[in-house]
Every structure is written in C-alpha cells, then in structure tokens.
C-alpha cells in the first residue's frame, strides 16, 4: 500500500514471503515448515550422479528454500545465503580481479568501509568515494578500469538518498560490463527493489530486518542474470562463506512476517521523527519520509516507504548524547539495527568508529549525531522514553 505518495507496493508481498519456495510438497513428509536439515553429505545412488544435494557448503535444503524465497520478494531469479552481510560483500568483489576498480558511494556502512580500505585495496583493487547525491561527481571517479559500482540507499548515517536508476544508467552508459551493486539492507525488497532500476546485484545482510529478531548473522545476494548466478554460485561455494541450516531456518521464519514488520516500523519510525522535529533540543531530523528530507521526491519515486532507522542532530556535544544515551530505558543503547527492539547508538564513536575522522568529519558524522533504531514497541512509549532522556540531559 502506497503512502505519502511513496512507490506503490506491488500486491502479493506477504503471499511471497509466506509461499515462495516453501512447497510441502518438496519434503517427503508434507512438512508445511520446511525442516532443518543439518547434514553436510548426502547420499549418491550412483558415483558422482547425487539427487539433487552432494556436499552441504555447495548447497543445502534448508538453505536453499530461503534462497528461493528472497529471489521471489526481490522480483529476482537467484538468491545465495552467506554467513553474514560482510560475507556476501567479501564474495560479491571477488568478482573483481587486480587492476580493477570499485565507485563506492562514502556515505557506506562503515564495516564495507573498513573492508574496502584495508582488506580488498589490499588485493590490488583500487576504491573510489564519491558523494552519489552529486551525479556530477560520481562520473569524475569512473576510470578505465573500472568494473564494479556500490551503493547503499538511504546512505548510512546521513539518510542521504541516492537514484539508483540514475547511477545504474551512468554506470551502464560507459561499459555494460560494470557490475552495479546496491545494499538494500536499510529497505528490504517490501520498501525497495534495485533490481527494477537497473541494478545487478542486491546484497543484504540478512541479521538487519530481513531476520528481525536480532538472533542470527547472515547475509545474502540476489541477481536476475544467469550468467552473473553461475559467478556467484561459483565463489559462494568456492569461498565457503555459508550459513548454517539453524540461520537459514530462523532467517526463513522471519520472512513471513517481513511485510507486517516493516509496515509498522514504518509508521512508528515516522511519528518519533514527527515528535523529535519539533524538540527544542534537536537541531535536525534526517528522515527520508519527512517531506523537508532533500531527497524526499527521490525517495517517493523509488521507495514504497521508510524503514525504522533515522538519524537526528541533538544539542550539545559528546557530553550531553553520552548522558542522552545513557539515560534511555526502553531503547537500548547497541549497535546494528532492524530487530524488534528499539537501538539507540553513536555512530561517532561506534558503528562508524572505523571511518578515518577526516571523512566523518566531512560527511558530518559529529558526536551529535544520534542514530536510532525505532522497533516494534508502542511510539508512545518510545517518545516518553526519549523525552526522559532529553529532561536527564538538559535539566539541572
Ligand atoms: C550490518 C550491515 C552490513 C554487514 O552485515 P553483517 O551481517 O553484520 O556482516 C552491511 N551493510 C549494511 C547496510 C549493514 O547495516
């Protein structure tokens, strides 16, 4: 359902979640909940003709029931699990090869960040950052050899918001062959869908909202092209970053509940943004769903929402949000983002503790800068929480 004149939210998401590679009839047994199956051989009737399964790092039936169904919800055709979110980047650029180069936007989660600089730069691929709200700037970065564009959407503190079709054009403009990845793990496929603006490959780390309930780590790819699947299929098996059975499981689960999630994180996101705009003692809300957001007619031409996760600029300096954090009862203060439980954390000094402070610094990623997690408990009660810990703060 279209709200705020967001992207309309294409009819059947929850019947996907619910049914897309989940057939009973795929067990012997009937079983509607797909069972956990934690062997890690199977057996072959003949040498080297298996049934369908030989050896469980290249493929397994838990696994891949949950790899049908994000193919499904992202209108994709090929989904491959990892063990984390860091695990399907670390095998999405080993796609590249040295000499290569990667177009990063520099508003990146700050773990993609820290891999690009100081592990994949490493292996003789060259990063460029680029500011991806300035299409102007983006080109400048694009070299001959470039082979691979990464970009997350809303960006990660800043809530910037990028055009993906825009940047997938430009990519595509100056060689077919560049690989144009975006990370929807702020969205998920039920707030956004890159694939239907040109992009390649969708990654996600999965332990966000995909999952829900804060209880696994894991990661995923999504593509529509076979021959870009068989890569992927290659490396997933040949890097050997897979999940467990037991994550598959639990990550499945949380699928079909996905739609209900994200609809509430949605609407209780936007009424602490509401109430946090109007705080004395708060200077700025960076929120794409508020109309002042300067990307938010972008964001209602790709996205068919907002998620829980925002940021916001409150008064004084690290004193004061130290106190503010601290002070908080019902938000935890943690890092990550995307469970059931609301997260209140300092990107400064936590998530993005990583960044070289010359590119916080420039991006505005100050000791003020507040990120929030907004969960699934009553708004209500998360304001009056907030408000508890702005009087802590404040008052003498
Ligand atoms: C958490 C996160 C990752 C990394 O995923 P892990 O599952 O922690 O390895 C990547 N991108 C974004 C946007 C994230 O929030």
Known sequence: MAQNGFLEQKPGFATIAIHAGQEPEKWKSG??????????????????????????????????????????????????????????????????????????????YGGINRLFRNVVQRMGIEISFADFTNLEKVEKVFQANTKMVWMETPTNPMM????????????????????????????????????????????????????????????????????????????????????????????????????LRMEQHKKSSLIVANWLKKHPQVLSVMHPGLPEHPQHELARRQMSGHSGVFSFVMAGGLKESRKFLMSLQIFILAESLGGYESLAELPSLMTHASVPAEQRAELGITDSLIRLSIGLEDPEDLINDLEHAFKATFSK
């Open 31 to 108: 079983a509607v909940v797909p069972p956990i199956v934690t062997a890690t051989t199977f057996k072959q009737p003949a040498p080297a003709e298996p049934i369908e399964f030989e050896y469980g790092r290249s493929g397994n039936p838990t696994r891949n029931t949950l790899e049908e169904c994000l193919a499904a919800l992202e209108d994709g055709k090929h989904g491959f699990a990892f063990a984390s979110g860091l695990g399907a980047a670390t095998t999405i650029y080993s796609l590249l090869s040295a000499g290569d180069h990667v177009v990063c936007c520099d508003d990146v």
């Open 160 to 259: 910037k918001v990028i055009d993906i079709g825009a940047i997938s054009k430009l990519a595509k403009k100056r060689s077919s062959d560049i690989i144009v990845v975006v990370d929807n793990t702020f969205l998920t496929p039920y707030l956004q869908k890159p694939l239907n603006f040109g992009t390649d490959i969708v990654v996600y780390s999965l332990t966000k909202y995909m999952n829900g309930h804060s209880d696994a780590i894991m990661g995923a790819a999504i593509v529509r092209d076979d021959k870009l699947a068989e890569r992927l299929r290659f490396l997933q098996n040949a890097m050997g970053a897979v999940p467990s059975p037991m994550d598959c499981y639990l990550v499945n689960r949380s699928l079909k509940t996905l739609a």
